[in-house]
Each structure stands twice: as C-alpha cells, then as structure tokens.
C-alpha cells in the first residue's frame, strides 16, 4: 500500500510517500517534501496564523507535486490528511487539497490526528536514529509526545488501542523553551537556540522548579518553571545594568533545559514501569534535542534495561507528511470526501 501524507497543521507545508502495511508493523518512506515558513515567523518571534496559512495556499501543490515526482510510482492507493489538532487556517488549506484531490483522482481518503502522526514517524523503520534493524516495536508501550504544542504520555496496548495517561495542564515543554528564549534574547525557535547555549553552560548554576515532579499522576505543568527563569533573569538584569552576560545565558540555558528533561525522564518511565512495557518511543519537536535523546536512553538501560527506545531521526521529529502518512498506514478508516472536516480541538481519541 502507497499512501500520500498531507500535513499543515501548523507553519510547515508538507506531503511524503510512505509504503507499507500492517502486517510489517514498519513502513518505507519514499519521499519526503517540506516547505517552512519559519524564517517569515522568526522576524516577529513567533508564528503569525495568518501568514502561515498564506504560504501555505501558495506551497500546498508544488510541495505535493515534488513529493510524487520523488518518486517513479504512477499512483497512490490512499490520501491521508491531518485533520487536526492545529491553526484552523492551515488544517483548512490540506483538508481542502486532500478533499479535493480524493474526489477528482477517486481516491480513499484518511482522517489523521497530528499527535498520532508523531508517534507514528518511530514506524518509518529504516530511518530510526538508534533502532537495531533487527528489532521491532512491541506492545504494550509508551508514547511521550513533546513539542511546541502538546506534552503528552500515551500507553499503547495495540494499533488502533491507546489510551491517554496525563499531559501537561498549562504550557507545553516546547512552548516553554520558545518563550524562555525570547527572554534571553535568543533567536526563534527558542528550543534549538537554548540547546546550543546550554552546551556551554552550567547546568548545576540555578536550582529551578520542577512542577508535579513528585505528583500521582502523569501530568506536566511548565507554567511554573517559566516564571521562576523569568524572576532569576530579572535579578540578574538589576545587579548587572540590566543586561545579562552570555555566561548567564549560556547558564540559564543549561539549568533550564536539565530541569525539563529531567521532568519529561521521570514521569515517562514512572509511566512505562506501571505498565511494564516493552518500548518507549519518543515524538515531536522536542524529540530532536539530543541531550533529551541521550539522557532518556541513559536512564532506560539503567532502570528499566529489558525496554527498548525508539526516537525518530532528526527531520522526522518536526512536522511532516511522512509521519502522517506511516499514521494513515496503521489507522487505516476511510472516510467519505464530504465528511472530512478540519477540527483545531482535535485531542485523542
């Protein structure tokens, strides 16, 4: 089965090839087409909805038309679309497209929730940044989903059997490190700029918060956190002119990155003993920082060692069709053209 991935949930415009089955419990990506208005939205420290959407309409078909010509296939056997959660704006620009090219070409269409879609790019076997290519997901396992938007722990029991076990009850883990930066003055996105100032700073300079770290269940607060770095800095500015010196940046940095990926650690493998599960895989933008990657391999050999990791390649923990795509694979429902409708609240189901 060949399934073209549609994906515009947010500032990217994106469409891939993915082949496979379920059967495999893998999928092969083909190809893989992004267009990124994010130097648009670093000049105003943020993403714009409306300008997002805008470059959307203009990049949605050359960037679906690269994503076939990448390839020597003549046709897809499906259409898979995001179909939330996201900016309404930009969910309507690939919903339309998809609608669109499913009704003129007769194609069966695939509702997809962007969050799966996250999940579902550690499925894309051969492009595994620390898979053995001997090995394989097992069931039951655990999902930890961190990105601009969503901090979320999922138990998956079985394709198509999840359940939702906490997220977080205020800022996302990504949306902390994007708003943080800006108060350091670092470029946007803040989370890869902190990450670079972090590897030269000391990490044991402040002791910040860790919200709900000793809590009963798996949820996450970073509201908390980012107040807490806002009045250091703050202190820091009155005893320095109000300035703060690139070693207090670099410091900050590296103490605030520690502080959310020791949170992100403890709660994701509280999560996986209770439910004894044989794989952990991690999703979303936050997912390409490396030392998250390295510090949550770390402590899974150490603690649980009989569980197995699995993390995305870099390219594949952003937002892109290929992920949406391995989804549509594995959460293959066919859906009338006409009842496929955007929905920005989309949350698990």
């Known amino acids: 089965m060949k399934i073209l991935g549609i994906e515009t949930s947010c500032d990217e415009t994106a469409a891939a090839i993915i082949e496979g089955g379920k059967s495999d419990n893998k ?22 909805p409306e300008i997002a959407a805008r470059e959307q309409v203009k990049f949605i078909i050359p960037v679906i038309e690269k994503a076939l010509k990448d390839t020597d296939i003549k046709t897809v056997d499906a259409i898979a679309v995001t179909v939330g959660p996201g900016l309404i704006g930009s969910l309507l620009v690939g ?6 090219l499913a009704y003129v070409f007769n194609k069966p269409i695939i509702p997809v929730n962007h969050l799966f879609g996250h999940i579902y790019a550690n499925f894309i076997s051969e492009k595994s940044e620390i898979r053995n290519p001997k090995s394989e997901i097992k069931f039951p396992a655990i999902a930890l989903i961190v990105s601009g938007g969503h901090t979320d722990l999922v138990l998956m029991k079985r ?41 030269l700073g000391n990490p ?3 002791n910040f918060p860790k919200p709900l770290i000793d809590s009963n269940d798996f949820d996450f607060s970073f509201s908390g956190l980012k107040t807490a770095v806002f009045r250091e800095i703050l202190k ?30 403890y709660k994701t493998l509280k999560a996986a003993k209770k439910y004894k599960v044989k794989s952990i895989l991690l999703g979303g933008g936050v997912a390409a920082n490396q030392k998250l ?29 290929a992920m949406i795509a391995a989804a549509g694979v594995f959460y293959f429902k066919e859906v009338q053209w006409q009842k496929i409708t955007a929905d920005p609240e989309l949350y698990f189901d």
């Open 27 to 48: 999928v092969t990506l083909l190809s893989n087409a992004i267009s990124s208005s994010l130097v648009l939205h670093s000049q105003t420290g943020g993403i714009i």
């Open 95 to 100: 919903v339309e497209t998809a609608k669109t």
């Open 159 to 199: 394709h198509g059997k999840t359940k939702w076990l906490g997220g977080t009850r205020d800022d996302a883990a990504g949306e902390a490190f994007d708003k943080i930066g800006r108060l350091l003055g670092l470029p946007y996105p803040g989370g890869p700029a902190i990450e670079r100032a972090a590897t």
């Open 204 to 206: 044991k300079r402040f």
């Open 236 to 265: 820091l500015r009155e005893n320095n002119n109000g300035k703060l010196t690139q070693k207090d940046i670099q410091d900050i940095s590296a103490c605030l990155q520690k502080t959310i990926i020791d949170i992100l650690i």
């Open 293 to 321: 990657k390295e510090e949550l391999i770390f402590n899974t050999k150490y603690q649980i060692p009989n569980t197995e990791i699995f993390i995305p390649q870099k390219f594949l923990c952003t937002d892109n069709g």
